[in-house]
């Protein structure tokens, strides 16, 4: 199992930015690709973003495309989610996601 902890999280207005961040530890050698999820308040969680370890293949939601960009860090062992322009809509927790297992998540929230 792989240990995911994420953080980043905050209260930012609309328009601003937020850089996550997603630790990962334990047997990641049996992951190929990490993901980003979130939950807005009242609603199903969805996929943001995602990229392999290498940094291949980057992939984004719709609702995020232009406006948030993933990388991976593997010497560190560390996925990051810049999040620019953020809106209202962009109010939720976010977690990181090996495929199998989830970061405990960290909150953002969008003001307008």
């Known amino acids: 199992q792989v240990q995911l902890v994420d953080t980043g999280g905050g209260l930012v207005q609309a328009g601003g930015s937020l850089r996550l961040s997603c630790v990962a530890s334990?047997?990641?050698?049996?992951?190929?690709?990490m993901y980003w999820y979130r939950q807005p308040p009242g609603k199903e969680r969805e996929f943001v973003a995602g990229i392999h370890w290498t940094g291949a293949s980057p992939s984004y939601a719709d609702s995020v495309k232009g406006r948030f960009t993933i990388w991976s860090d593997k010497f560190r062992n560390t996925v990051y989610l810049e999040m620019n322009n953020l809106n209202p809509e962009d109010t939720a927790v976010y977690y990181c996601h090996t495929g199998e297992d989830w970061g405990q998540g960290t909150r953002v929230t969008v003001s307008a």
């Open positions: 334990g047997p990641i050698l049996s992951t190929n690709y």
